[in-house]
């Protein structure tokens, strides 16, 4: 068995026990100073007639806060289909620790897996480590900065399948409106250390406005770039959702 194959072994079932661990907010006992967040947006199309089509748009975010420690989960569904055909099939899921030395300064740690079969991505596997600094922390205006080395194993079909190291820089920007109200913008660049001409960009931009306590609609736009495509295959895929968001 090849040490790639060895690798993608254990990250499954890894992956799969640490999810298992994460409950939804009610259940999990909270202690003084402790806090827990989820987030989950849902989005549906459906239409009938001269054509037929169905596309599901599901994201989930749960954080939990332990004195300096945050953990984070998410999973990300995009699943769309016309004329019985298939036409998108993305799922993501990441798991995250992050350690805070200072109010703004803190390390952590991730790993992810990817799968999206209309761009030809077999799978795609992150496992990295990094540095996070809060640069903008205002009431209304929030500014994130991360940077760090990754692991990657990935395939894209037809070529066989590869491990490389990789770089990953990232931006998280967000500005409250009050109320709930939100616009947020995420941008991620992740090149391969040994061929900086190959490298994926990510981006994704978000407003939500509340219509009750814990429901708002959120409009989103994400972009999701590969310098490097599958045979066949164009560069960047682009999505736009409207859907539901859920804030507990």
Not at 71 to 92: H, I, P
Not at 101 to 120: L, M
Not at 189 to 214: E, F, K
Request: positive net charge; proline residues 5%; contains cysteine.
């Amino acid at each position: 068995m090849s040490p790639g194959r060895m690798h993608r072994s254990w990250v499954l079932p890894v992956l799969a026990c640490l999810s298992l661990a994460w409950q939804p907010p009610r259940v999990l006992a909270q202690q003084p100073g402790d806090s827990t967040h989820l987030i989950a947006s849902l989005g549906l199309v459906s239409s009938a007639g001269n054509a037929r089509q169905t596309t599901i748009s599901l994201i989930d975010k749960l954080t939990r806060i332990h004195e300096r420690w945050t953990f984070g989960q998410e999973f990300r569904l995009l699943y769309g289909r016309a004329d019985s055909t298939t036409n998108a099939n993305y799922y993501r899921v990441a798991l995250r620790a992050r350690f805070a030395a200072t109010e703004r300064v803190s390390a952590f740690t991730y790993a992810s897996w990817e799968k999206d079969t209309p761009a030809g991505l077999s799978y795609h596997f992150e496992e990295g480590v990094g540095a996070y600094y809060l640069a903008l922390a205002q009431p209304r205006n929030k500014l994130a900065l991360e940077a760090g080395p990754t692991l990657v194993q990935e395939r894209r079909l037809p070529s066989n399948a590869r491990d490389f190291a990789a770089g990953r820089a990232a931006a998280a920007y967000e500005h409250s409106f009050g109320s709930n109200a939100a616009f947020s913008q995420v941008v991620e660049y992740l090149p391969d250390l040994m061929d900086l001409s190959d490298y994926r960009i990510n981006s994704r931009t978000a407003l939500s406005a509340p219509v009750a306590r814990i429901l708002a609609l959120e409009l989103a736009y994400e972009i999701r770039s590969v310098s490097r495509p599958s045979a066949g295959r164009k560069r960047s895929d682009r999505v736009l959702t409207a859907g539901i968001q859920l804030k507990l």
